[in-house]
């Protein structure tokens, strides 16, 4: 069992920073490979990024690509989602989760969610 917890969501103005923070309960943190993903009001919630289990590869959809970095801590059971030059489009609810198998661009691909973490962006 994997519980996930996220958090640093805030209010930010446009062109602005944020770090969201995702802790991980269990001791097989380091096996799986961690995503992100948002969800913003009336939209299908959507990849944002993955990062491998070891760190040492990672993924990004197109429209964060260049702005958000991805990292953990394995030793601390946490990933990271660093968010740079924000914009009003960023707004969503941000989720962690853990990947089990198949596409990392699918919801099903993953077995274990936090609750989510609020990002708004103002202009």
């Known amino acids: 069992q994997v519980q996930l917890v996220e958090s640093g969501g805030d209010l930010v103005q446009a062109g602005g920073s944020l770090r969201l923070s995702c802790a991980a309960s269990g001791r097989a943190f380091s096996s799986y490979r961690m995503g992100w993903f948002r969800q913003a009001p009336g939209k299908e919630r959507e990849f944002v990024s993955l990062?491998?289990?070891?760190?040492?590869?990672?993924l990004y959809a197109n429209s964060v690509s260049g702005r958000f970095t991805i990292s953990r801590d394995n030793a601390k059971n946490t990933v990271y989602l660093q968010m740079s030059s924000l914009k009003p489009e960023d707004t969503a609810v941000y989720y962690c989760?853990?990947?089990?198998?198949?596409?990392?661009?699918?919801?099903?691909?993953?077995?274990?969610w936090g609750q989510g973490t609020q990002v708004t962006v103002s202009s």
């Open positions: 989760a853990a990947h089990y198998s198949g596409s990392a661009y699918l919801l099903a691909s993953y077995h274990y």
């Open positions: 990062i491998s289990e070891s760190g040492g590869s990672t």
